[in-house]
């Protein structure tokens, strides 16, 4: 039982009093009589980091915030609001079902189930922890889930609202989304700390914020002014140098597996375009594939020999490679292309015909040079060009080759999480990277003008007459001026 406030009245010391101070005294007992008579709930007052996120009409709310910022504590504050038809917001009918979906049992039973039994009064719900149901007098309910049960134990009945403390994994939110009724609309809410680094969360929720659907917010430690200064300092001098450190104080994302390209600067490397001159040369990477749409980047070098990533094709339907082909070579009418190249592993020979993809993509007109696939001479070559002593040599235009550039600024290594003994030779993550793969494969060649002037270049591309040479063998990281 809570310990009560009772105040101590002195008679005598009040007829001492001026007016003011016995209004301002009787004012604070007033507030003392109501803070005990009310309930958690009632006496909650989102601070201004919180309050963005409740009053926000969106269908998909994310509050990522850092450790202790409050999220969760918003997050049940609108349960409470929904089960109870009372949102400050929102018009929101009684009763209603929900489910509030915790990473796993322990962390429900540890955290979500206290935290309802300190804000709700006992005589307002009937919680039964086995069966994972909280009823209200009103009659709505949440159900508990877990997301180590599964995708398949969220397959049931239509639901008003949704709540993940945590992100899920994609498939459980996938299953989820699917909950809506027919004659009302599902709202979705997740409270969660970045730590699993940049996921799916980041691409189809972060990436595609767009007013009334989804919307993000964002806590930190700092903002929850009820911590005491002494103890966010020191949860912020536990966590400021751990690679986590970014997700856990502040809610930022970071990227997991670490980043490959960490100096692109969309105020650097990402510029308005500008008409290329004819005469200038034209690279492009190819990475083919059969099974999932494949992949063209163009690249203009300027005399200078910096890069210019120009144009880009990936598109997200499954293209034949006939159509695909047919595709390239019309982007590649009017440019001066001198070199396209292709992944090595088009060499491969098909199991049933016979016939490898580059052989098949130049009898469609496609011909193609073999790329530097040494993952070690790549990244530096593009690293050198995105940051060197004489400054960068990489550029990308915008809008013309916007996948590019979210491939290459989100490329990460696969095999670690929160290491310290990473492995710079270690693999990328082979998930949408086949852009910035050919952008590798442009770098890692090396080129340069022919001494006579750029005039020289002029000519047909196809005989070779185009003022180029390779300078060194192919694969040097850098491309000589």
């Not at 049940?76 to 949102?87: D, S």
């Not at 992944?343 to 580059?358: I, L, Y």
């Not at 492995?423 to 998930?431: A, F, I, T």
């Amino acid at each position: 039982m809570s310990r009560k406030m009772v105040p101590i009245l002195d008679s005598s010391k009040i007829d001492a009093m001026k007016e003011p101070a016995v209004d301002e005294a009787l004012e604070h007992i007033f507030r003392i009589k109501e803070h005990e008579q009310s309930s958690a709930w009632e006496r909650y007052r989102p601070k201004q980091h919180q309050k963005p996120f409740h009053q926000s009409q969106a269908q998909i709310r994310v509050f990522c915030g850092g450790n202790r910022a409050g999220k969760t504590t918003a997050g049940l504050m609108e349960a409470i609001w929904y089960m109870k038809g009372n949102h400050p917001h929102r018009t929101v009918l009684a009763p209603n079902q929900g489910w509030i979906v915790a990473l796993d049992s322990e962390v429900m039973n540890d955290v979500i189930v206290p935290k309802i039994m300190e804000y709700l009064p006992e005589t307002e719900y009937e919680l039964n922890q086995h069966r994972g149901i909280l009823r209200l007098q009103n009659k709505s309910m949440a159900k508990f889930k877990s997301c180590d049960s599964g995708p398949e134990k969220f397959q049931s009945a239509a639901r008003r609202w949704i709540w993940f403390d945590e992100e899920p994994p994609q498939d459980v939110w996938n299953e989820c989304l699917v909950r809506v009724g027919a004659d009302f609309p599902l709202d979705v809410w997740l409270t969660m700390t970045p730590l699993a680094g940049m996921d799916w969360t980041w691409e189809h929720l972060i990436q595609k914020q767009a007013p009334g659907k989804i919307e993000v917010f964002t806590g930190t430690l700092m903002d929850n002014d009820s911590i005491p200064i002494a103890e966010r300092q020191r949860i912020y001098d536990e966590y400021k140098h751990k690679p986590e450190g970014a997700a856990r104080l502040y809610g930022e994302y970071f990227h997991r597996s670490g980043l490959i390209y960490k100096g692109l600067r969309e105020n650097i490397h990402l510029i308005d375009p500008f008409p290329i001159p004819s005469n200038w040369p034209i690279l492009s990477g190819i990475d083919p594939h059969n099974r999932k749409p494949s992949a063209c980047v163009w690249a203009a070098i300027s005399p200078k020999g910096n890069i210019y990533i120009i144009d880009e094709l990936n598109d997200e339907e499954d293209y034949l490679l006939e159509e695909f082909t047919s595709r390239v070579l019309e982007k590649d009418r009017g440019r001066r292309i001198v070199r396209r190249l292709i992944d090595p592993s088009s060499h491969q020979r098909n199991s049933q015909t016979g016939v490898t993809m580059k052989d098949y993509l130049k009898n469609l007109g496609l011909k193609t040079k073999d790329a530097t696939n040494d993952l070690t001479i790549g990244y530096d070559s593009v690293r050198k060009r995105i940051m060197s002593d004489a400054g960068p040599s990489i550029y990308f235009f915008k809008d013309c080759a916007p996948k590019t550039w979210k491939q290459m600024s989100n490329l990460v290594y696969a095999e670690f999480r929160f290491r310290s003994d990473q492995d710079p030779k270690e693999v990328q993550k082979k998930r949408q990277d086949d852009l910035a793969d050919c952008v590798r494969y442009i770098c890692a060649e090396r080129y340069q003008y022919e001494d006579d002037s750029i005039a020289s270049m002029v000519g047909s591309v196809h005989t070779g007459s185009t003022g180029w040479r390779d300078t060194v063998q192919r694969g040097s990281v850098v491309i000589a001026t």
